[in-house]
């Protein structure tokens, strides 16, 4: 890993928070952001030296405006942009708002609860939360439609080649694009076909996670239309979230990625379809409320940034 890149490499945890936060407009953010990235700093740091087994870390996002806004190094990371809605026949990848986002993991929710404090106790004087997503660890690393996620993820080296910005941006070497979406199931829609007709949705098998056979693989699976290529992979680090008697159990479905331009194509072949209508099927049971793409500074940046 880079020495000085935020912890975008590490794997999913048994609890974590996301965060999104909004800049007030009437309130300059500069001087609590830079407090922000102090305490960023400060608390990996910290976790670092007092819970070394709980794997336990935090990362900060910057979204398109508030990069701008807060008059951030220019120009800008090669393929930084505000993201643009994709929308398919039938249905769209939707965009929306978000200043600052904030990845917190640990094997203890306790440290989630109080990094989450900490960061809050800061914002709360120039901002306001529009995202709070308590993540869980679901059985052995599964979705709540009760498949495995993140098998095919990247692993050692790669997981640092396609996770973290290399030579092909210089002045951004070590940072990461970050996209997110929350996405909401519909879990009595789910549950109403049989488990096989589930594994036809995924590309794999529902209890051990074996992956289908390229001849039995449906063309409008998940698995095969989110497959671009070999050499264009991404880091996942989706959690399921929800309210088990609301029935508004989701994914929030997060990646990091050294070019955001290959989270574009996976996107494009689900909603857009590969050919064009060929659909992802796990879209007729998840929807995205939220779509926003921000930006990982590395520790120097956070560094500079804090003044
Ligand atoms: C409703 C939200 C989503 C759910 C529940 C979900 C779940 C899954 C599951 C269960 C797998 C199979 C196991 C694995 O390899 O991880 C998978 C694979 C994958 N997903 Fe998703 N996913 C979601 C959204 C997305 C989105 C939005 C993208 C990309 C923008 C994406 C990219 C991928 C990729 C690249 C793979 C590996 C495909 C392969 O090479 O076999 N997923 N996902």
Redesign the pocket.
């Known amino acids: 890993m880079f020495p000085n890149s935020q912890n975008v490499l590490d794997y999913p945890n048994n609890h974590c928070i996301f965060m999104v936060w909004n800049f007030r407009k009437e309130v300059s953010p500069n001087d609590g952001f830079k407090k922000v990235c102090k305490l960023i700093s400060n608390l990996n740091n910290s976790a670092n030296v007092r819970f070394p087994n709980a794997k336990a870390s935090v990362v900060i996002g910057i979204g398109y405006n508030a990069w701008r806004s807060l008059d951030l190094p220019k120009p800008l990371p090669k393929e930084f942009e505000e993201f643009a809605p994709i929308a398919g026949k039938k249905y769209t990848?939707v965009s929306t708002p978000g200043d600052l986002h904030f990845h917190i993991r640990s094997d203890v929710k306790s440290f989630c609860i109080d990094a989450a404090g900490a960061l809050s106790d800061l914002l709360l004087e120039f901002a306001d939360c529009i995202e709070e997503i308590h993540g869980f660890r679901y059985w052995d690393s599964?979705?709540i439609?009760g498949?495995?996620?993140?098998?095919?993820?990247p692993h050692d080296a790669e997981r640092e080649f396609f996770g973290i910005i290399g030579d092909e941006d210089p002045t951004y070497k070590g940072c990461s694009y970050l996209?997110v979406?929350k996405?909401i199931?519909d879990l009595k829609a789910w549950k109403g076909i049989p488990v096989s007709e589930q594994e036809k949705v995924?590309?794999?098998s529902k209890s051990d996670?074996i992956?289908m056979s390229d001849d039995v693989k449906p063309s409008n699976s998940?698995?095969?239309l989110?497959?671009?290529g070999d050499d264009l992979?991404?880091v996942?680090d989706?959690m399921p979230f929800g309210s088990v008697a609301a029935n508004e159990m989701g994914?929030y479905?997060i990646?990091y990625a050294s070019t955001f331009s290959t989270?574009k194509k996976?996107?494009t072949n689900?909603f857009v379809g590969s050919p064009e209508g060929n659909y992802d099927r796990?879209?007729d049971f998840?929807s995205?409320k939220t779509g926003t793409l921000f930006f990982v500074p590395t520790f120097d940046m956070l560094d500079e940034f804090g003044g």
């Open positions: 990848a599964r979705t439609l498949f495995v996620d993140g098998t095919e993820n996209f979406q996405y199931h995924i590309g794999r996670d992956e998940h698995s095969k989110a497959n671009v992979k991404i996942r989706n994914t479905f990646a989270v996976m996107l689900m796990i879209l998840s995205p």
